[in-house]
């Protein structure tokens, strides 16, 4: 009759192992539990936020760079445009 009870109480114990699942639910008052969970989670987020921060990087520095050419070109288109009133002022003057 023991070895009946002892069989049920490990045939039941071992069972009630494979019933949980992965995500581990903490109680109320769980502190330690809560807290690990909380710390996995931000790690998680800040993972997925640097991923995020550096595609976001890529793009801006590539239309950074489009408007630096824009602007460049702009100057200098505006310098020769300058460069040659100027020249035509001196022209004027020495008539």
């Not at 639910?25 to 993972?47: L, N, P, Y």
């Not at 602007?71 to 020495?94: F, H, P, R, S, Y």
Request: proline share 0%; charged share 40%; hydrophobic share 35%.
């Amino acid at each position: 009759m023991k070895k009946i009870i002892f069989i049920n109480i490990v045939l039941f114990s071992i069972l009630s192992f494979n019933v949980y699942s992965d995500e581990k639910k903490c109680g109320a008052f769980d502190f330690a539990c809560k807290t690990k969970k909380f710390i996995d989670d931000t790690k998680e987020f800040q993972k997925k936020g640097i991923e995020d921060s550096k595609k976001q990087i890529s793009k801006s520095s590539e239309k950074i760079k489009k408007g630096k050419d824009f602007i460049v070109d702009d100057v200098k288109d505006t310098a020769e445009g300058l460069k040659d009133a100027v020249g035509n002022v001196k022209k004027e003057i020495k008539k």
